[in-house]
């Protein structure tokens, strides 16, 4: 069983950085494929970056972060991070952190979400 709590939320203003992290109490953390949405007001939930489990190791992101936003993982410590930098106004949205077992490209478990604002 996988229970994810993000945390690192807040505002900023454009241009800046916040690092959210995605943590979870269980030991096979290691095992899971993960992933970050962000749903905007008023809009549909979207793909923001996934990293995949920890034989693997490999990295996706949507094109509207590439190069501003960096996916990583400490599975010695069951956590996943999202860096982001240079923020804009329209990464403002709640973010979600997803898991999914690593032969599955379903997302079955997801934190509570964590509210980013980027404004000056």
């Known amino acids: 069983q996988v229970q994810l709590v993000e945390s690192g939320g807040g505002l900023v203003q454009p241009g800046g950085s916040l690092k959210l992290s995605c943590a979870d109490s269980?030991?096979?953390?290691?095992?899971?494929?993960v992933a970050w949405f962000r749903q905007a007001p008023g809009k549909e939930r979207e793909f923001v970056a996934r990293?995949?489990?920890?034989?693997?190791?490999?990295?996706n992101y949507t094109d509207s972060v590439k190069g501003r936003f960096f996916i990583s993982r400490d599975d010695a410590k069951s956590t996943a991070y999202l860096q982001m930098n240079s923020l804009k106004p329209e990464d403002t949205a709640v973010y979600y952190c997803a898991a999914g077992i690593y032969y599955s490209p379903d997302y079955d478990y997801w934190g509570q979400g964590t509210q980013v604002t980027v404004s000056s």
């Open positions: 269980g030991r096979t953390f290691f095992r899971y494929n």
């Open positions: 990293i995949s489990w920890s034989g693997v190791t490999r990295t």
